[in-house]
T-cell receptor
Framework: DAKTTQPTSMDCAEGRAANLPCNHS???????VYWYRQIHSQGPQYIIH???NNETNEMASLIITEDRKSSTLILPHATLRDTAVYYC?????????????FGKGTTLSVSS | AAGVIQSPRHLIKEKRETATLKCYPI?????VYWYQQGPGQDPQFLIS???????DKGSIPDRFSAQQFSDYHSELNMSSLELGDSALYFC????????????????FGQGTRLTVV
């Protein structure tokens, strides 16, 4: 799986958009970008994933650059409950049983 | 909706004892993953099973073993426990649908906190 690089930490004011970047310059053509988050000591939670088109769901938006070497997770209106560690993971989708490998994520702190 | 169930939620063991952690995946999910997360660390992948066969292996110590049963639940067996085994252990499940490549995400349980004293 391709390696990803994320900032160690970010701050965001409540109600503002949180934009979390991820670099994955060695991504291959069949690898997808996944985002998970982990609120303190809880199990990681799936947020969104995509291949090359921008994606949006009820939690977030995922913007992938045209060359696919980087992406940005956008939380449009961050709340205090969005404070968590956010992980960007690049992998081939679900070759039966191959695991998600967590690297060093971004600690997002949302404050009022 | 049903989630991944892990038991027990908390476990205290002494050094050199054994421990068994259980994971019940979401109904119809055929793949189970185990992760270990030490204090202040990121989740580390241990092992996974698809259709009751080991499918991927990470940094699982030789003292640990795991299996997936016919009802798809999984157990992680840990022997000769060491202080360093104290961690949160997460199980996740997903639906792999055989050889088809599907964009299915993994769902995580709330974890078992193991403390070795």
């Amino acid at each position: 799986d391709a390696k990803t690089t994320q900032p160690t930490s970010m701050d965001c004011a409540e109600g503002r958009a949180a934009n979390l970047p991820c670099n994955h310059s060695t991504i291959s053509g069949n690898e997808y970008v996944y985002w998970y988050r982990q609120i303190h000591s809880q199990g990681p939670q799936y947020i969104i994933h995509g291949l090359k088109n921008n994606e949006t769901n009820e939690m977030a938006s995922l913007i992938i650059t045209e060359d696919r070497k980087s992406s940005t997770l956008i939380l449009p209106h961050a709340t205090l409950r969005d404070t968590a560690v956010y992980y960007c993971i690049v992998r081939v989708p679900n070759q039966a049983g191959t695991a998600l490998i967590f690297g060093k994520g971004t600690t997002l702190s949302v404050s009022s | 909706a049903a989630g991944v169930i892990q038991s027990p939620r908390h476990l205290i063991k002494e050094k050199r004892e054994t421990a068994t952690l259980k994971c019940y995946p979401i109904p119809r999910h055929d793949t189970v993953y185990w992760y270990q997360q030490g204090p202040g660390q990121d989740p580390q992948f241990l092992i996974s099973f698809y259709e009751k066969m080991q499918s991927d292996k990470g940094s699982i110590p030789d003292r640990f073993s795991a299996q997936q049963f016919s009802d798809y639940h999984s157990e992680l067996n840990m022997s000769s426990l060491e202080l360093g085994d104290s961690a949160l252990y997460f199980c996740a499940s997903s639906f792999s649908a055989g050889s088809r490549i599907m964009n299915t995400e993994a769902f995580f349980g709330q974890g078992t906190r193991l403390t070795v004293v």
